[in-house]
């Protein structure tokens, strides 16, 4: 019943910003996280960063730590990063994705067994 839109990828040059955003609509509550994964052409899909949506705890890979900046819109239900200084690395199709929070079981957010619904990829390519 929940709905995850993707958009704002794009093709920029190595040290670039784009800012992804994340639009959730259908019924939703406040005890799920929102989170970003990527997967480049050939390997495993990645985490990149997740967040709380009550709290507003954000988690980060180190791969992307102190590049990109996850936040959310309470009122909008979006949820977006930022990327700068973007590396030929990053290149990828990036989904954001939620989770349902039982509050039964340790969430890392990291895990992407942990999130239930998923939305369409988008597009980052990243020149060198």
């Known amino acids: 019943h929940v709905q995850l839109q993707a958009s704002g990828g794009g093709l920029v040059q190595a040290g670039g910003s784009l800012r992804l955003s994340c639009q959730v609509s259908?019924?939703?509550?406040?005890?799920?996280?929102m989170g970003w994964f990527r997967q480049a052409p050939g390997k495993e899909r990645e985490f990149v960063a997740a967040?709380?949506?009550?709290?507003?705890?954000?988690f980060y890979a180190n791969a992307v730590r102190g590049r990109f900046t996850i936040f959310r819109d309470n009122a909008k239900n979006t949820v977006d990063l930022q990327m700068n200084s973007l590396k030929p690395e990053d290149t990828a199709d990036y989904y954001c994705?939620?989770?349902?929070?039982?509050?039964?079981?340790?969430?890392?957010?990291?895990?992407?067994?942990?999130?239930?619904?998923w939305g369409q990829g988008t597009l980052v390519t990243v020149s060198s």
């Open positions: 994705a939620a989770s349902y929070i039982d509050g039964q079981r340790y969430y890392t957010h990291r895990d992407q067994n942990e999130y239930g619904y």
């Open positions: 259908g019924r939703t509550s406040s005890s799920y996280a």
């Open positions: 967040i709380t949506w009550s709290a507003g705890i954000s």
